[in-house]
């Protein structure tokens, strides 16, 4: 007798719901118009009538994953020596804390940074956030996949990309179809308002980084 698979497949309907969304971010200072450090805006256009309908006026939105690298410098020379930044001091990134200015009833952040704060923090709500446990991964660079070395001994990162998966399940947050929306990078311990960017640790205020970004986004028919 012949055995018969069967797999539970989604309607039509419900995955008519369902877009995923990718965002490339080339923040660099080569561009002609220089982007806000930190602080990554891209338009969000319905892609359905879904996505511009009253019936869906919120979603569930997941962050998939997260690949960031340094670009080339001037006349394609590779950025080598490069740290994740606040525009200032440099600091090690081993998480991210990813947020969109979507609105979002369900996240909060909180932050125990200074002694006061011990055991209470100071909490942030109201918008899209996502954990992202990053690790740094040999991509290669301009003259190709190797590992590069900085001061004849330190292995440069300009040759490898912070990569990483969302924690979590989604999020129920506003419809963000139709708006321009608004990335920022931050680090789960730094204080509320504080923005990541990547750059050449030889000038903390010039922005290197790539920046690749994929969503899943579900509308969610109103009650």
Same mark, same amino acid.
């Given at each position: 007798?012949?055995?018969?698979?069967?797999?539970?497949?989604?309607?039509?309907?419900?995955?008519?719901? &369902?877009?995923? !969304?990718?965002?490339?971010? /080339? %923040? =660099?200072?080569? +561009?002609? !118009?220089?982007?806000?450090?930190?602080?990554? &805006? $891209?338009?969000?256009?319905?892609?359905? %009538? $879904?996505?511009?309908? +009253?019936?869906?006026?919120?979603?569930?939105?997941?962050?998939?994953?997260?690949?960031?690298? %340094?670009?080339?410098?001037?006349?394609?020379?590779? @950025?080598?020596?490069?740290?994740?930044?606040?525009?200032?001091?440099?600091? &090690?990134?081993?998480?991210?804390?990813?947020?969109?200015? !979507?609105?979002?009833?369900?996240?909060?952040? @909180?932050?125990?940074?200074?002694?006061?704060?011990?055991?209470?923090?100071? +909490?942030?709500?109201?918008? $899209?956030?996502?954990?992202?446990?990053?690790?740094?991964?040999?991509?290669?660079?301009?003259?190709?996949?190797?590992? =590069?070395?900085?001061?004849?001994?330190?292995?440069?990162?300009?040759?490898?990309?912070?990569?990483?998966?969302? $924690?979590?399940?989604?999020?129920?947050?506003?419809?963000?179809?139709?708006?321009?929306?608004?990335?920022?990078? &931050?680090?789960?311990?730094?204080?509320?308002?504080?923005?990541?960017?990547?750059?050449?640790?030889?000038?903390?205020? *010039? /922005?290197?980084?790539?920046?690749?970004?994929?969503?899943? *986004?579900?509308?969610?028919?109103?009650?």
């Amino acid at each position: 007798m012949e055995s018969i698979n069967s797999v539970n497949v989604l309607s039509i309907d419900e995955e008519r719901l &369902k877009f995923r !969304v990718i965002v490339g971010i /080339d %923040a =660099s200072a080569g +561009n002609a !118009v220089p982007l806000d450090v930190g602080r990554y &805006k $891209f338009d969000l256009p319905p892609l359905t %009538a $879904f996505g511009n309908s +009253n019936h869906y006026r919120q979603c569930h939105i997941n962050l998939d994953g997260i690949s960031c690298t %340094a670009q080339s410098g001037p006349g394609g020379a590779a @950025n080598e020596a490069v740290a994740w930044t606040n525009g200032v001091g440099f600091g &090690k990134v081993a998480s991210l804390e990813v947020s969109l200015d !979507v609105p979002s009833s369900g996240t909060l952040a @909180n932050k125990q940074i200074l002694p006061a704060e011990t055991g209470t923090g100071t +909490n942030a709500i109201g918008r $899209f956030m996502q954990l992202v446990a990053v690790q740094a991964n040999l991509v290669g660079n301009n003259a190709g996949t190797r590992v =590069s070395l900085v001061g004849g001994n330190d292995i440069g990162l300009g040759s490898y990309a912070w990569q990483g998966e969302g $924690f979590g399940e989604a999020i129920m947050c506003a419809n963000p179809f139709g708006s321009t929306c608004e990335i920022t990078f &931050k680090r789960p311990d730094m204080a509320h308002g504080t923005r990541l960017h990547i750059a050449d640790i030889g000038n903390a205020a *010039i /922005d290197v980084g790539i920046y690749s970004l994929q969503f899943t *986004i579900t509308m969610i028919p109103n009650k």
